[in-house]
């Protein structure tokens, strides 16, 4: 009887073991993003990163999703992913302009690239690897987060007839096009996403640029501010999924595998849902919203822009090295891929 309670003993301890050690095999992770969590489809993209993660590896890795809702700290992303407080982050490099401006080109540009020839530049015209260069010395790996496609310009409360229109107006708009816009005579500012109705609403800004239609109208800019400009400064705005390299180091090549997989169907199931959103949000502002008044800035507020825009590049390109050759290498690669772009898609679209 006492071999057999000994017996038992082994057996009970060995599986208690055997139990500790495929729990140590777990992979939990924390993912922040900048985004709440009403920002659909910005937001799936993330939650669909855990959701294959999980999925793929069986349950063995799984990534918390902390919304911006739970943070608190939307513009904080970049320095707790750095810092290894959340393994990755669901953002967009423009945000980080302050930080490093050699960041702030793998979002978008203004008068830049469309989605599809920004991701090709980044698959195989070497903007993965630049992109790898600029984050390496924070000791974060960066990898495309989701296109939304082609962003509108702005939400306006007056129509924009003159540059003197322009003049001390209050605009939330990121990024480079803010420093555009600036030298405008723009007061621009960098609100967080969840703050933009109200601030919109009480009168805090006179303007806003968000995304497209497809999360516009949800947002409900259109009940406040009646102008919707057509784009200039986002033709193909790229999010990023930044991972800590220590944390990214320490998965077996099987997560790793499995990580970059989910970040590169995540991203594209945020870019195809995008433009349907937008597609319908099209359609239903026709329908639902005849007082949208639907504008393109004249020609001599377009002149001053891409006048600026090319300023600003050629004053960054003179201090930092980097960004001259990340520049470069979108405007080469841009060159080589609207040919394409205008005999196929434009030419198709116009023919029709």
Known sequence: MNIKK??????????????????????????????????????????????????MSGGEFTIRI????????????????????????????????????NLLPFTTMPFGMTAPERMAWFEFGGGMELMTRAYEKYGILSFLGGNTGNQMGGWFQKEIKTLEDLKGLRMRIPGFAGEIMSKLGVAVTNIPPGELYTSLDRGTIDALEWVGPGMDIKMGFHKVAPYYYTGW??????????????????????????LKNAMRLASYRMYIEFYHMNALAWEQIKKDYPHIKV??????????LKSINQELIEKYSTKSELFKEIVESQ????????????ISDLDYIQDK
């Not at 729990?23 to 992770?29: F, L």
């Not at 919304?67 to 423009?94: E, I």
């Not at 400064?233 to 499995?258: R, T, W, Y």
């Not at 405007?331 to 205008?342: D, P």
């Open 66 to 101: 902390d919304s911006a809702n739970k943070t608190k700290a939307p513009m904080g992303v970049f320095d707790m992913v750095k810092q290894g407080q959340y393994q990755v982050g669901h953002t967009t490099s423009y945000f980080w302009k302050g930080k490093d401006i």
């Open 295 to 304: 504008k393109t800035f004249p020609t001599e507020i377009m002149d001053s």
């Open 331 to 342: 405007k080469v690669y841009m060159k080589k891929s609207r040919a394409w772009t205008k």
């Open 233 to 258: 400064h986002e033709p193909g705005a790229e999010a990023q999924f930044m991972v800590n390299k220590k944390a990214f180091d320490k998965l077996s090549d099987k997560n790793q595998n499995i």
């Open 6 to 55: 000994q017996f038992y003993s082994v057996c009970l301890m060995a599986m208690v073991t055997v139990s500790a050690n495929a729990s140590d095999k777990k992979v939990k992770w924390k993912m922040a993003t900048t985004w709440g969590s009403a920002a659909v489809p910005i937001i799936t993209a993330s939650n669909n990163v855990a959701k294959y993660v999980e999925q």
